[in-house]
């Protein structure tokens, strides 16, 4: 009896140990493997509408299309050519801006549209025309060649960690350039 019990003990003893930091090797493991499938790539987004300026000279709706390179530290370059909003097919550009931001991949989450996306801290740390952008917390997402990231909804404004994106778009993506 008493060999059993000595058993049944050490029997535990070794399967308690085996658990001990499996999931945050797996965890860093994929971290690791989405930075290097993100690593030295870049990205298009083809002629889209956007509306995002606060400044009364440039107010109103403009359409862009916009050329993401991230390196491999995760440092991430944003070239945004502005078009007339009558200019729907991004014929004529008007001017262009330059951001700069450094990513940091937290981890997968799961998006409202149950996708298995990452978590992306993105701080700015350049951009040409001085605005003022604060950190964007946020999803990533890359299926085969098309890279999406979150969307504001509900309470989820992406402002601060508690708030992060949670839903994805799959009508607004990136589309890998492959040279």
């Known amino acids: 009896m008493k060999k059993i019990y000595i058993t ?13 930091t499996g999931g945050n090797a797996a965890t860093e493991t994929s971290k690791s493997d989405f930075k290097a499938k993100l690593s030295n790539t870049s990205w298009k ?10 400044s009364d000279e440039l107010k109103g709706d403009w359409n862009v299309k916009i050329k993401l390179s991230i390196d491999s530290s995760l440092k991430s370059t944003y070239r ?27 981890g997968k989450v799961i998006s409202e549209e149950s996708i298995e996306a ?5 701080t700015f740390t350049y951009n040409s025309d001085n605005r003022n952008l ?23 404004l992406g402002k601060t960690l508690e708030t992060r994106h949670s839903s994805i778009s799959l009508d607004n993506y990136f589309t890998q350039i492959v040279n």
């Open 134 to 156: 604060p950190p964007n917390y946020t999803l990533i997402y890359i299926n085969s060649e098309k890279l999406y990231f979150g969307q504001k909804s509900a309470e989820n």
């Open 45 to 54: 987004k083809a002629c889209s509408p956007y509306n995002k300026f606060s």
């Open 8 to 20: 049944i003990v050490l029997s535990s003893m070794v399967l308690s140990s085996c658990g001990g």
């Open 118 to 122: 990452d978590g992306l801290n993105e």
């Open 80 to 106: 945004t050519e502005y078009f007339h909003p009558t200019d729907t097919e991004c014929g004529s550009m008007m001017f262009d801006t330059l951001d700069i931001s450094k990513f940091a991949i937290t």
